[in-house]
C-alpha cells in the first residue's frame, strides 16, 4: 500500500471488515455488503484504514474520505511551514561596502522569513595573520543585526591542509 493511499467503497476487496462507526465505536466483524450498507445509510464513505497480509481482517472505518484529505493535506502543509532552514552568508576580508550592503539586504530578508543565518568570513594566504582585526571587522558588521537577530559568540576554525581561516558565527531571529 502506498502511503497515503486508501482503498474507499467498492475498492476493498475483503469479504470481512472489523467495522469502526462515525463516532469511534467499534461494530466489529461483519460482511463487507453490511459495511457497505451502512456507509451509505449514513451518508459517508467505506474506509480501509489498514490491511494486515496475515489472518486477520482489515479494519474499516465509516467516515467523509474528502474530509480525512483535506485534513491531512493542512496537517502537512502545516508541519511544512514551521521547519526553521539555515542560510549561509559568506563574506570575505576585503569585501567592498557595495557587496557588503547586499549581502546584509539579503540576510535582513532571511531573518524576516525566520531563517537563521551561519555569517562567515572567510581569511586567506596573508589574511590568515590578521584575524584579531577580522574579528572586530566582522563584530562590526554584526552589530547591524542587533535589532532584528541575537548571535552567538564568534568561532576561528582553520581548514586543516589549506591556508584558509574561517570565522563564523550563527544569526538567530529574535
Given amino acids: 500500500m502506498k502511503k497515503g493511499y486508501y482503498r ?6 475483503s469479504k470481512k471488515v472489523q467495522l469502526i462507526d462515525g463516532e469511534n465505536k467499534l461494530i466489529g466483524d461483519i460482511g463487507i455488503e453490511e459495511a457497505m450498507a451502512k456507509a451509505r445509510n449514513s451518508g459517508l464513505d467505506l474506509v480501509e484504514l489498514n490491511r494486515n497480509a496475515d489472518t486477520s481482517l482489515p479494519i474499516c472505518k465509516i467516515m467523509d474520505y474528502g474530509k480525512m484529505q483535506y485534513d491531512r493535506s493542512k496537517k502537512e ?12 552568508i559568506k563574506i570575505s576580508f576585503t569585501i567592498s561596502d557595495h557587496d557588503l550592503q547586499t549581502k546584509h539586504r539579503k540576510i535582513r530578508e532571511f531573518l524576516d522569513h525566520k531563517d537563521r543565518v551561519r555569517y562567515v568570513m572567510r581569511l586567506r594566504g596573508r589574511h590568515c595573520r590578521m584575524i584579531s582585526e577580522a574579528k572586530v571587522l566582522m563584530e562590526s558588521y ?3 543585526f542587533e535589532d532584528i537577530a541575537v548571535w552567538d559568540t564568534l568561532q576561528v576554525s582553520e581548514k586543516p591542509k589549506s591556508r584558509e581561516t574561517l570565522l563564523h558565527t550563527m544569526l538567530r531571529p529574535q
Fill in 8 to 13: 474507499i467503497n467498492d475498492s476493498i476487496c
Fill in 77 to 88: 502543509k502545516k508541519s511544512h511551514q514551521n521547519h526553521v532552514h539555515t542560510k549561509e
Fill in 142 to 144: 554584526l552589530d547591524g
